[in-house]
């Protein structure tokens, strides 16, 4: 059984490294382009993008100020067994997206559609945005969770 705590607790940490920091491979990836490139714009560019990823590790805060609207892909084996069932789960990534939104903190950009109403947390109708997929057999759940201007993280 895998527990709504646990999968809440993870969440909110996957969404903190989607905001604040970068793969390995792709900040590997990042300084090799920064290192071999020789445009004084695109250099300037790749050289912000690293020095705005130091700070943010050190400050522990998002690499961008926008952080666009947070979206979860859910995959799960179809023996996974979750306390509380799917709405639980659902639940909880609405908590960890609200929790995430104020510590790390994120920018909040979701608004009710039709009263316009900003309660500052990134969960609304609609929000956030979770895809689910099913495969045969398992009993995991693989959380993956992106961010604009951030990273993807499961």
Not at 1 to 27: F, G, H, K, S, V
Not at 107 to 122: E, I, Q
Request: proline letters at 5%.
């Amino acid at each position: 059984m895998i527990t709504i705590d646990r999968l809440q607790t993870t969440a909110e940490e996957l969404m903190r490294r989607a905001a604040i920091e970068i793969p390995d491979d792709y900040l590997t990836g990042l300084k090799a382009a920064a290192a071999a490139e020789d445009g004084d714009l695109s250099s300037f560019v790749l050289d912000a993008m690293l020095e705005n990823y130091d700070a943010a590790k050190e400050d522990g805060r998002a690499m961008c100020g926008d952080t666009g609207c947070p979206r979860w892909y859910v995959k799960m084996g179809n023996e996974a067994r979750i306390d509380g069932g799917p709405v639980a789960l659902e639940a909880a990534l609405r908590r960890a997206t609200a929790n995430a939104t104020s510590a790390v903190p994120l920018r909040p950009n979701r608004v009710h559609p039709l009263w316009r109403t900003d309660h500052d947390n990134n969960v609304g109708i609609g929000a956030p945005e979770i895809e689910y997929g099913f495969e045969p057999g398992g009993d995991w759940i693989d959380l993956t969770t992106v961010h604009k201007g951030g990273a993807v993280w499961h």
